[in-house]
């Protein structure tokens, strides 16, 4: 009977009823816990408005406990159940990977600005075991920071904790994560940087004569030895911004590896270093890299003072390039923190940028607005011009020119000389205007007009092939424009000729181009119409947290999705690596997901995320290289479009998967270890994209096995 349980328990059980959280009344702890499954928990945690969120557990205040979801709230009340008396907790641990949730004793955690942990009990569920172990005695003991991510803004102090904590983030106090994590590598961070804390206040220490000691910066150690270009080098010749008769500056070049390199590539390629090339002259060039310079310079006006000289030196393209600050749960850097950066252990100085921060810098110091071309990368137009042509084309795609399908003599007999206008329509979804297009004599003197050009282009191709080219460009530019509100929006008149003609021919007016753009903006903050839109999309795969496309997919969704994903990519630039792109749609956040071995391997692994969350400007890595059990993917065909050249095969592989029973439940089988329990289980082994049987496994199992699947077989097919 459900008397059975706690009364606090008790008490939790009508309302999970009435939301359908429980099935049914549990009689025992037991029967609680089996309505409880871990996927549900950890899903809980993972989109809980409360709480210090990591990659594997989730942290609250015991006070903040009755402001959770309410299966949270019922698997700690199971967890209380078990232990009795948790009077001396302070926070308690919800663990995302494993059924285990831990009570953590923070005594101090009011009085002192980082509190040390005296004890903890941790409970697990699924065994319903307890280990309680004591710090209390231990030289070493956990500390704990960021006090204000564990409870609600309205806990005494927590306006207190929040300046503290953003202190210490301007300081580079917080970057070292696995230095700091115990009381002595704090306190080594805090004696390293010369600062401490007073009443919730970083102050810097002083000399005996009450001088700061200001660390040694020694800046030519921050120039790396490099075997290939640099990664802004590579993304600006991917841009198509360097072409053969292109000249090159590299403006504090370190060792020069990027000028030899871009020489080696038949630019015209020169460098300069305070340091290393000191007595080389400056050049103006048309593409000037200042790669990775301003961020470690300590001095602010000195950084601002190259960020001139670079663009100074600049005839079309300048790239900037500076370290950005991402989550990352894995960095180690050996910092102290100076000025507004960090020194690190080799006596460098690096000033880290949020991404959103060094865009604005850039902009601030050069009046010129800075597109990205990912993270930490930017570039600078001088003609303004060219830079709207850039930005917009990167949202257009590449549209297949509709196949000959009928044979016409006169288009036949002038098919060369058409070819052009075949090319520009394709490109720009309408005709072109006065002189646009090159070369255009032969076309008028045979046709008279474009447009009686374009009728013998229509009599031998499909109409509705030209005409969904030309929604599709008018869509394009729509997203655009309602891209472009987030910067300052040009007058008509500012705009490239070519974009001129495009509003005219799709919206008439400049005003019903951006009235329509306003109300596609305004659309894409509503998460429940996106939510819709992800459920309706017919390519990608769908799950309560959203949607996730391949890259290669991306350009056929719903401009209302690409917009949303601009929001990322416009401002914070794209992961360059990316295979996936993941929409969520219970928080403003676009995701980028790498994962090398989607073509090859038939459950390819997560590596690496960069989640970029659109309501605090953050950007947040995660890097899986190293795990043993990373995130794998299923269904694969899900994710692509059906002219994805290996679609056939993933789709053959899950019918079969789903045939054996492999994919019955997918949240049991996310992570890799799962995934190979359940093959082992069903007696299953993969060789390529097919599942075959194991040489080693039981016959008797097989046996099993095989029963399961006729039986399912005969279900479906009764179903049918």
Known sequence: MTETLPDYLHQLLPPALDAGILTAPPRSLDELLTQLPHDRIADCCIQSDFGKKLPAALYVHRQTLPVLALPLQLYEACARALVGDINGATLVKFSLEYPKLSYLSYPEFDSEPHPVLHSSIQVNLYHQTID????????????????????????????DFVRLTQQEERLGLLD????????????NCLLDAGVEIQNYTVVRRHDRHGTPVKPKIERHRAAIVRHDLSRPMKLALEAGFLKPETTFFDYGCGYGGDVDRMAQQNFISHGWDPYYAPNNPLHSADVVNLGYVINVIEDPAERRDALLKAWELTHEVLVVSAQVLVRDRNRDNGQLAYGDGIVTRRRTFQKYYEQEELK???????????????LGVYVVFRDEERAQMFRISRWRSNAATPRIRVSVQRFEEHREILEPLIQFFSDRGRLPKGEELADC??????????????????QATDESEWYEIAERRRQELLIYLA??????VPGFGQLEETLQYDIRAFFGTYKHALAAADLMLFAVGDL??????????????RSRRGLIVHISAFETLDPLLRIYEGCASRNFGRMEDTTLIQFHTQHPKISYLFCPDFDSDPHPAIRKIVQVNLQDARVSYYDYRSSKNPIILHKKEEFVSPEYPLFDRFARLTEQEEKWGLLDNLETIRRRQDWLKCLEGRCAHLKGHRVYWR?????YQIKLVRSQRRQKERLRQQEQ
């Open 176 to 187: 070292n994560r696995r230095h700091i994590g115990t009381l002595s590598g704090w306190e």
């Open 360 to 374: 604005v810098y850039i902009e601030s110091v050069l009046a010129v607005e800075a597109i990205p071309l990912g």
């Open 528 to 541: 429940e119409r996106l939510s819709k839109l992800c459920n309706l999309s017919e390519i990608g795969q």
């Open 695 to 699: 040489k080693d496994a039981d016959p």
């Open 132 to 159: 309680r172990r004591t710090y209390q005695i231990a030289e070493n003991p956990p500390v704990l920071h960021r006090k204000e991510t564990f409870v609600t803004p309205d806990y005494p102090g927590y306006d």
């Open 483 to 488: 891209l472009m509100k987030f910067g300052r």
């Open 441 to 458: 004599g032969k076309i008028l003197e045979t046709f008279g007009t474009f447009r009686r050009a374009f009728r013998s282009i229509l």
